[in-house]
């Protein structure tokens, strides 16, 4: 890969634009393309949000012919200055207006990390559903948040101007397209380990090894989705639907995740922790009184013992030779 000049780190440096980087979020990132390869080689593809250009020029390096856009003219000069792969093209679209495409013009919609920018999300996915072939394939995906507190983090990110769960990003998205498959994201393999994943993290640039290829996307149902705290959710959306259906109360502001809530969800997950901190407090408190108690009671029984070996008439028998023992060690420790 190429090294980052000083204008990658420009486009780059608000956190959110993913710049062409041997760091560990940069082929996390590019992974999510290295998935779409099968859904895109040999044919016509759009990418919504192409950021600084590196993912388009990937799949096309991997046989797709290729227009990406996205709403930063900055980024798109860029991305036609830098990478000049055959059948890729870029242009500036504002994404909370109508592209500037034909009906069916493309087989494949891809869009990474971005519907969580747009304002008019909804019409981005109308949109992605007019321009793709009524058997092509509209690729999303989006970050993954399954906990308060990953909400209340995503919230703090002044960028993002949705937080949703997966579970209500299937829900928009199903008003728009009949048929919706999803997919998990993590790493592989021993780098499917948070403290590997840390390490990698911290690294420098000349000391990360992991590559987008350490990644997979095995399918799940929604509702397992839902639960899992992994890196990105996808969507692979198929049939298009000529009227989309009617927004619903669980896509638009589910009462789980709405933002006046995450202080009480926080406060009750919190409470539950001490809860749960105090009950393993108690028990260890228990199991170390049993344990004094059961040394308590062996203490009593050798006590027992030795009283009753006292008493016998082995003891009584033995009595000189154990005073003649006693006086020896005596005198050698003198």
Not at 113 to 133: M, P, Q, S, Y
Not at 139 to 148: D, E, G, K, N, R
Not at 156 to 170: E, M, Q, S
């Amino acid at each position: 890969m190429r090294e980052p000049t000083e204008e990658d780190i420009a486009l780059g440096n608000d956190n959110e634009r993913m710049i062409e980087a041997n760091l560990w979020s940069y082929w996390a990132h590019l992974s999510i393309y290295k998935f779409a390869i099968p859904f895109c080689a040999g044919r016509h593809i759009l990418e919504a949000g192409s950021g600084v250009g590196y993912g388009a020029a990937y799949l096309a390096k991997n046989g797709a012919t290729i227009h990406a856009c996205d709403a930063s003219a900055e980024s798109v000069r860029h991305s036609q200055r830098t990478y000049n792969e055959a059948g890729l093209s870029y242009s500036v679209a504002d994404l909370n207006r109508p592209l500037p495409m034909k009906d069916e013009e493309f087989d494949v919609v891809f869009s990474s990390n971005v519907f969580e920018h747009v304002t008019e999300v909804d019409a981005l996915a109308a949109e992605c559903a007019r321009v793709v072939t009524r058997d092509g394939v509209v690729i999303v995906a989006v970050p993954t948040i399954t906990t308060a507190s990953f909400a209340q983090d995503d919230i703090r990110n002044h960028h993002h101007v949705h937080h949703l769960p997966p579970a209500a990003w299937h829900a928009k998205l199903f008003r728009f397209f009949a048929e919706i498959r999803c997919h998990g994201h993590q790493a592989v393999g021993h780098w499917n380990s948070l403290e590997v994943q840390t390490a990698e993290i911290s690294r420098w640039t000349n000391e990360v090894t992991i590559r987008e290829t350490d990644f997979e996307f095995p399918e799940v149902e929604i509702a397992e989705l839902n639960r899992w705290q992994c890196i990105t959710s996808v969507f692979v959306c198929r049939q298009p639907r000529s009227v989309a259906l009617a927004e619903t109360f669980a896509e638009r502001t589910p009462y789980e995740w709405h933002e006046a809530t995450l202080a009480a969800r926080i406060i009750a997950e919190e409470k539950v922790k001490r809860e749960e901190e105090k009950v393993k407090r108690k028990e260890e408190k228990a199991r170390h009184e049993r344990a004094y108690l059961d040394k308590s009671r062996e203490i009593d029984r050798l006590r027992d013992e030795i009283a009753m070996l006292r008493g016998s008439t082995a003891w009584r028998v033995t009595q000189p030779a154990r005073s003649l023992i006693m006086t020896i060690r005596k005198l050698l420790n003198t």
